[in-house]
């Protein structure tokens, strides 16, 4: 059976905290899309983690956790996770490396930095982590995948042809230096070493495992609005953030995904550039972006503070949607307790016309948020495991959101930890 948990948003809605919750009882955890460039941040027995490329099943001893072809993979990124885990007491986990990943390369990132830099105030927010660099050059077919770096002079050859390119944007346009070849070659050579023990046919090892009846789960990074296609283009990621994705980013067949997790955060946060209808600015966004997820709302990768606003249900509506989403996990509930009244986003204005569908993003921009204020509970509702103990208008906020999202929540989050869910 292959599971997706995926974010409905903008992302950090908390899909680390709900795949290390149900890796429990999976086998296999695959990362099938996207780098280092988000980070999921998850509290559990060993401390609090901020994870970029390795899944979120890594904890447990019996989980084999994948990073999938679709990957950005990046080389230190992976091995400095993989050291900050063991040097802090937990095992060291079971992971494969797809060898058709293909491998961020240190001009990623340098091209990232310049052309953040170059576009200035228009930039994207980028993370610097080479990611839109790496997944153009995958689709320019320049790329490099795993496998090739077994491959000596097959390797040689191909970085001298992609160097000239390269050479002539980073001194004509970024006027940088040009790429030392000698010693690019020789960072390729020490990810060959260290990679090595990894590496395999990790579609194979999926079909084996789906035929054997083993539990997979498929952890997307970001969220639906993401997206490159279905998200706010341009202000979007460069790979697919949607659980269909997860069939070609792990080599499964499609209709082997049974169960899509959408997970929707109960406000809306997001970080870089980008339309934000229910975004809230002042002392209104300074008081939810402190209180809110588990000790701010502060980038894991970056550390920078995320825009935040009220829920937004056009666009967690619209967000499941394209996921396809079989269920909802709603999550960072208990941050709203401190509120009298809690505004949801439930309608765009849009040229004076009211409507409950995203729109394209050159209509986005014109939208101003129509809201419904429900009341709040007051009160904190961590350590509550029952639904049925949960205040009255905990409860109605819940199904409030359930009916304007139109997929039954199943899950709500109400602490960071581990065991801090409720199931309807
Ligand atoms: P991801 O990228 O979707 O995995 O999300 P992040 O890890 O970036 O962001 C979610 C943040 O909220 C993390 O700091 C989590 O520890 C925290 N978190 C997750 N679920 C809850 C919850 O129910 N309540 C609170 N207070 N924090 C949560």
Known sequence: MVRAVVGANWGDEGKGKITDMLAENSDIIVRFQGGSNAGHTIVNDYGKFALHILP?????????????NGVAFSVPAFFNEINELVER???????LISNRAQIVMPYHILFDECEEERLGKKSFGSTKSGIAPFYSDKYSKVGFQVSELFDEGRLREHVKSVCEQKDIILQHMYHKEPINQEELINTLFEYRDMVEPYVCDTAAFLRDAIREGKTILLEGQLGTLKDPDFGIYPMVTSSSTLAAYGAIGAGIPPYEIKDIIAVVKAYSSAVGAGEFVSELHGKEADEL?????????????????RRVGWLDTVASRYGAHMQSATQVALTVLDVLGYLEEIPVCT???????ITKDFPVTARLA????VFTVLPGWKCDIRGIQKYEDLPENCRKYIEFVEKEIGVRITMVSNGPGRSDIIYR
Do not use: L, M, Q
Not at 366 to 369: D, G, Q
């Open 56 to 68: 979120s099943g890594i904890f447990y001893g019996h989980t084999t956790s994948i990073i999938g």
């Open 347 to 353: 309608a765009y204005e849009i040229d004076g016309e």
């Open 366 to 369: 014109k939208a101003k948020p």
């Open 89 to 95: 007491g937990v095992p060291k986990p079971k992971v």
């Open 289 to 305: 972006r402190n209180r809110g997820g588990d000790g701010g709302e502060f980038g894991a990768t970056t550390g920078r503070p």
